[in-house]
């Protein structure tokens, strides 16, 4: 079986919140690639979420915006369809 699983978290309850990305390539039943980053929301973390992924401000001190981490993740979703 051949798919990439997608965890997303968020920073509070704002779909554009984005805090963090995990993505796991699988083909033929097996891991064969990886990819997380961190992704600077520039909005405020909810105490809520704060507590499900345990992600918070702190964490970024040097982080990526969404802008260019959008072009990172083209570049390897097209990687992975080659």
Known sequence: MDFIAMDFETANRKRASACSLALVVVQQNKVVDSFYTLINPQMQFDAQNIHIHGIT?????????????????????RQVGS
Do not use: A, E, P, V
């Open 57 to 77: 401000l702190k964490w970024f001190k040097i982080s990526q915006h969404l802008i260019k981490f959008g072009r990172i993740f083209k570049c390897s979703i």
